[in-house]
T-cell receptor, first 115, second 118 residues
Framework: AQSVTQLDSHVSVSEGTPVLLRCNYS??????LFWYVQHPNKGLQLLLK??????LVKGINGFEAEFKKSETSFHLTKPSAHMSDAAEYFC?????????????FGQGTELSVKP | GAVVSQHPSRVICKSGTSVKIECRSL??????MFWYRQFPKQSLMLMAT?????????EQGVEKDKFLINHASLTLSTLTVTSAHPEDSSFYIC??????????????FGPGTRLLVL
């Protein structure tokens, strides 16, 4: 069965400092992995996705994530946080050969950015 | 591209009434749409998978007679909350799936609908 674990429920950084949001997954096959961002009372916006191509994936707004199969991780990073990055972030796994490609969501990490 | 809209964005209704929420893919066709429910400070919970031209597939524990889903066209799916009660108050989010390169897929999400049942 697939699962996703976001290791931190809340991360706080200062503006201009690096961001690291951690995610570990469990999947029986080569999964698709996604990071979505949700601002308050809004829907989810796709930041980036991994689908078995390059292991280092670049997304929007300066975010990137690295797929590490040996560590079953897909951590999200950004070199320099901006105030507008404050939001909820979800790590998501999808296995097209299992459960019809349904998305399995992590519990979310709330990112706070201090001035 | 890949824009999904929802209407209404916010609705308040009386207990016992029915509420319909629309989900539209604006610039692509979606054979499959998904309906999620999100409680405050929690992750998304998949309620059902909506397939164009066929019956929706509901997740375990979701009452299909209470949450009616219709996917009549490739760009529109509707969720009707029947006989709504205060415990149905929640944030409902839909998504539409784009298939690309065979099995590779991405879901694009709507902005959500806040339902408050009084």
């Amino acid at each position: 069965a697939q699962s996703v674990t976001q290791l931190d429920s809340h991360v706080s950084v200062s503006e201009g400092t690096p961001v690291l949001l951690r995610c570990n997954y469990s999947s029986s096959y080569s999964p698709s992995l996604f990071w979505y961002v949700q601002h308050p009372n809004k829907g989810l916006q796709l930041l980036l996705k991994y689908t078995s191509a390059a292991t280092l994936v670049k997304g929007i707004n300066g975010f990137e994530a690295e797929f590490k199969k040996s560590e079953t991780s897909f951590h999200l990073t950004k070199p320099s946080a901006h105030m507008s990055d404050a939001a909820e972030y979800f790590c998501v796994v999808s296995d097209p050969y299992n459960q019809g490609g349904k998305l399995i969501f992590g519990q979310g990490t709330e990112l706070s950015v201090k001035p | 591209g890949a824009v999904v809209s929802q209407h209404p964005s916010r609705v308040i209704c009386k207990s016992g009434t029915s509420v319909k929420i629309e989900c539209r893919s604006l610039d692509f066709q979606a054979t499959t749409m998904f309906w999620y429910r999100q409680f405050p400070k929690q992750s998304l919970m998949l309620m059902a998978t909506s397939n164009e031209g066929s019956k929706a597939t509901y997740e375990q524990g979701v009452e299909k007679d209470k949450f009616l889903i219709n996917h009549a066209s490739l760009t529109l799916s509707t969720l009707t909350v029947t006989s709504a009660h205060p415990e149905d108050s929640s944030f409902y989010i839909c998504s539409a799936r784009i298939l690309a390169g065979g099995w590779q897929e991405t879901q694009y999400f709507g902005p959500g609908t806040r339902l408050l049942v009084l």
